[in-house]
Each structure stands twice: as structure tokens, then as C-alpha cells.
């Protein structure tokens, strides 16, 4: 009996010792498969963190493009600059929400990142390489971002606002015609279209308000409703005839986006100080030729005569009235960079040209509704005025006093007798300041790597 009992006993034990092996290996490959997947996760999330940092890189060439500003970076060949950034613990990046951090110190891990940038302005380029090294894991991950830019216009749409825009009184026009064309005809429907689209960044219902004005093109918002008077209308030209107070819906929607940067001025070096202008002055001449302005004050029959192709700075303000008037020759051009506020009426100002593109003006403050623009006037205004920032006013000028261009302002508001004219070639502008992009991809094969780690043999692959 008592060698049935220790036999038992033998037995019960050896069955624990096998439940406690597989137990064990259980546990070990459970174990080794967390681990195993802990290394997955962790690889998977330092992919898209070199991803996120290549991006970062992509920002900093962008920077460096729209500022013309390389401080810091290595030339190479005729357009290319080379940068390195290294040791990253932390990068701050810009997000539709507002910013957020990716932080990487603190967990044994430094990035680094080495951006090439392709300046042709006829063919802009920008590519990155973003590395994470793990020192505890003793790994590096890469990757590698090319984007393909291209110039673009700041005017590709007639009236554009960031906040609101709203038609007052009656007899508010925007349409469209193409100064490649030649002149804007209101009798006929030669040059004279219906693309005048009227824009806004809002989302809100109802900051779009066309009251009873008449829009022949296009009104967008970027999520709001329309408010469209009883008297209002919105159609095209040709289509007709139309019943009064027609209003074709199919040309309003409300998914409208558009990149609107703030705007600065070039470089001052070698410009001419002039100090303020307040009487009859005649500037330009052989070649682009560059102002500084405190003020403009014209009035009382004070001419400013535009002689030649000029850049302008005016640190103060713009008041053309009454009989004051900015005259810009037919074979002059003129870009205008305004840190104050601006008022164009009386005789307004007379651009021989007939062309918008060679009148352009841009508001510099950067603070919502700081200051303001006010156009209007007895003369026929070719001009493009881009003011993301700034409170416009738009003015009926009688009979004469129409508007021919394109306006990109905050606030908008169009007063009564208001004529807006878009000018379709302003669309075409090519500003070296302003980049779309064309594409964006990973570089992933071996063939289409780019060299990195020998700077000076990148421009080659451009």
C-alpha cells in the first residue's frame, strides 16, 4: 500500500513539474511575442515620426524660398541650397488646429534632418531626409519627402475675404473680362464674362451677403450659407435671357479654400529714401527702380507720375483725394508694399496700361482689421489689391468710376454703384512669393533615393 501511495505521490509531481514547463514556455513565448510586437509598434512610430520630421524640413525650405533669405545654408550649382539640422530633440510644427510638439529627447532618441531646395522659380523644388536614431535599440530609421511646387497667383479669384463680404445699396456689379483681350467691353459681350467669382474663407452662415447686387460668376464660402436679397441676382451672361431677379444656384457652393500668407516687403537694399510725398513728383527710370515712403498725401491737383518699373515702401499711409491722382505712365509698372492704411478716391489713379498686373498693391499689417483700404473714385482703377489683413471698402464712382482687378482683403464691404471687373489674366500672375503644390511622395526606391550623404551630387538629380 505504501508503494501505491509514494507512487502517486511521484506521479502528481511529475505532472506539476510538466504543467509548470509549459506554463513556462507559454509565458516565454508570450512574452517574446510582446516584445516582438512592442519593437513593431515602436519601429512603426519612429517611421512616422522621420516622416513628420522630413516634413518639418519641407517648412523650412519653404521659409527660406518665399523669404529669399539662405543664412545658413550651403549653395550648390545655380539654384540649389543645402541644410543640415542635426541633434533634433523637439520640433515644433504648425497645424490647422494650431501647433503641436513632437518631442524625442528623453527616450534615448535624436533626430536629424538634411533639406535640399531646387530654387528655380520656373521649377521649384524641395526634398528632405529625416533620420531617428535609437541609441538604446542601437537603430536608425529614415526617410526621405520630394515636393513639387509651382509659382502660383494671389488673385486667382475676383473678390476674396477672410471674414466677410457684404454688397450695400443697389447696383453692385462684379463680372469679369481679360485685359489679353484688350479692354472691358459694357456694351458687348466681346470681353465682357461671367467668372467674376465673389470668395470667402468663412464658415459661418450668412458672411457672404450679396444683398441685392448682381454677381455674373461665381459665389464661394468655405462652409456658410449665402444671403442673397429679393433683388439679388447670380448668373452668367450668355445663358439667357433671364427673368428678373434670377438667381442660378448651381454657381454657389460653399467648399471654397485658398492659401492667403502674409505678405512682406522685398529687400530694401539700394532703394532711394524719399521721405514723404505730398506734391507733384515724377520717380522711375532706366531699369526696376526702388523707393522708401514715409507717407502719400496727394491732393489739390499733386500728381504722382509713375515714369518707369518701381517698387514702393511706404511705412505710413496712402491718401490720394479730390483732385490728387497716382499716374502710372503706359510703359511703367508699379508694386506698391503699404504698412499703413490706404484711400484711393478723387481722381484715383490712372494706370496706362489698362492692365491690373501693373498696378499692384499690398497691405503689410498682419493684425485682423487694423487697418483698412478704401478704393473708389472718379477715374477708371485698373489695379490688384492683396490685403488679407485689411478692412476694404469698395465705393460707386458714377458713371466712370469702375474697378478693374482683383481685391483679397479681410472685411470686405461693396457700397452702392459699386462695378467690379475681374481681370481673368490676373489669374495667370506668377508671384515668387506664392508656391502650390504640384505633388508630394515618398522616395522609397532604391532608384529614386537621393544622395544625402553627398550634398554636392543632389543638383544633378534635379
Known sequence: ???KTTSKRGSAM???????????????SILDSAFTEMKMSRRHMEQQHAVTLAEAGLEEGVRAMIAGDWTGWTSYGTYGYYKNITSVSNVVLSGISGNFSLGLGGRGRTGEIKVYVHADPSDPVIAAEASIFNRGAGSTISRQIRVDMESGSLFE????SRESTTFKGGNVLVD???SRLGGYTESSYVNRFANGTVATLAVLNDLLDIGNGAVRGYIATAGGTVDIGSQGTIHDYLGGPYPAKYKDMSRVTNDFYADLPDISAPSSTGYTNLGSITGTTTIGGAGTQGYIIDNITLSGG???????????IVTGDVAVTGTGKIDIDNTASMEMYVDGNVKIAGNGMANGTGKAENALIFGMDSTDGNKSITLGGNAVLHAAVYAPAYDFTVNGGGADGHIHGAIVGYRITMNGGAQFHYDEALSDLKMGDNFTIESWRELKGVGELLPFHTPADLPSHF
Open 1 to 3: 500500500m505504501r508503494q
Open 14 to 28: 511529475i505532472g506539476a513539474l510538466i504543467i509548470a514547463i509549459l506554463a513556462g514556455a507559454i509565458g516565454a
Open 157 to 160: 479669384n475676383g473678390v476674396v
Open 176 to 178: 469679369s473680362y481679360d
Open 302 to 312: 499733386a500728381t504722382l507720375t509713375i515714369a518707369g518699373d518701381v517698387k514702393l
